[in-house]
């Protein structure tokens, strides 16, 4: 399914209300919904042991899903890694040496070479101590693929709880001069955005989960590129030209890490007041069953209209 014609949510139906409403809030809900429907993503039900007929994901709930790969989502590379190989500590429950089969063996043999016994490792996935899951579902709630899980158990039985370093680390192209980042450029840079925000941002009516403050929006027109360069004329204003100025990519890094409430509009949000309008009409109604689903209906309708339209 497209993102045009993705549905609308209800947060307050799915329990989900002290979630902000924004895009990746919405569209991570759409692609677990999109999981959930396909039964065949559960492969544990194709096991005759299986005595309850529900999927391994729809045992856990929507909602416990939903947070766990929120939260899951949010750490960072290292972080993630880390959380996994743990896990897999915990969901190891056979560590078995076998040999390769005999006529493996008779060929090699012949070639005098010595067969070394293998480590086979197996492992049973849980979402917690009594609900368990199959390999599929752990890895749509971990946000990783086959290949990832594979390597951090290789890297797991090899090196344990060290850190992984990707292998095109040590061929990377060293930078001739770096940025130190310290308290007072990062304080500096929080500043900026700050003020920025301040300036062209427009504040969300709702607030973030953690009650730290509303979301600020800044209009379609910008982007991190256009952000950026603003801040660039903004440090040489300040600093001398020969001063080094920090990447684009640390720049991004930075933002997400001091003034993760500062965001831009989804593209679209500003064109239609008639949307808006139903957007927030729900936003006052959604306690309201009966009037949102009425609202909601009139919103699906003009969108379709408006679609045909274009």
């Known amino acids: 399914m497209s993102s045009s014609t993705q549905p609308i949510y209800n947060l307050n139906e799915l329990g989900l209300e002290e ?27 194709r096991s005759p042991k299986q005595k309850d007929p529900r999927t391994c994901f729809e045992k856990i709930g929507f909602k416990r899903f939903f947070e766990r790969h929120f939260e899951i989502r949010s750490l960072e590379k290292p972080e993630l890694n880390l959380f996994i190989k743990a896990q897999l500590m ?26 070394q016994p293998q480590h086979y490792h197996r492992y049973q996935f849980n979402f917690n101590s009594s609900l368990s899951v199959c390999k599929s579902t752990y890895l749509k709630l971990c946000n990783i693929n086959e290949n990832l899980l594979l390597t951090l158990q290789n890297h797991l039985q090899n090196k344990g709880l060290e850190n992984r370093i990707h292998g095109n680390t040590g061929h990377a192209v060293k930078r001739k001069s770096k940025v130190y980042i310290d308290y007072e450029l990062t304080s500096s840079l929080k500043n900026f955005l700050i003020q920025y925000g301040n300036m062209y941002g427009l504040p969300s009516a709702m607030r973030h989960r953690n009650d730290s403050g509303n979301f600020v929006y800044l209009p379609t027109s910008e982007n991190y ?21 920090i990447s684009y990519t640390t720049f991004c890094r930075l933002w ?8 831009f509009q989804s593209p679209a949000s500003d064109l239609c007041e008639v949307c808006e309008n139903f957007k927030a009409k729900m936003k006052v109604e959604k ?24």
């Open 256 to 263: 997400h890490e001091t003034m993760p409430n500062l965001k």
């Open 225 to 245: 590129t256009s952000v950026y360069e603003n801040y660039k004329k903004h440090f040489y204003i300040e600093h001398n030209e020969n001063d080094k100025i």
């Open 19 to 45: 979630y902000e409403e924004n895009d990746l809030v919405l569209n991570t809900i759409h692609d677990l919904k999109l999981f959930f429907q396909e039964i065949s993503n559960c492969t544990c039900r």
């Open 287 to 310: 306690d309201n069953n009966e009037e949102f689903e009425i609202i909601k209906k009139q919103y699906e309708e003009h969108y379709k209209a408006a679609e045909l339209e274009r």
């Open 90 to 115: 915990s969901f190891e429950i056979s560590n078995e040496k076998f040999q390769s089969n005999n006529e493996d063996i008779e060929m090699l043999n012949e070639s005098n070479k010595i067969i």
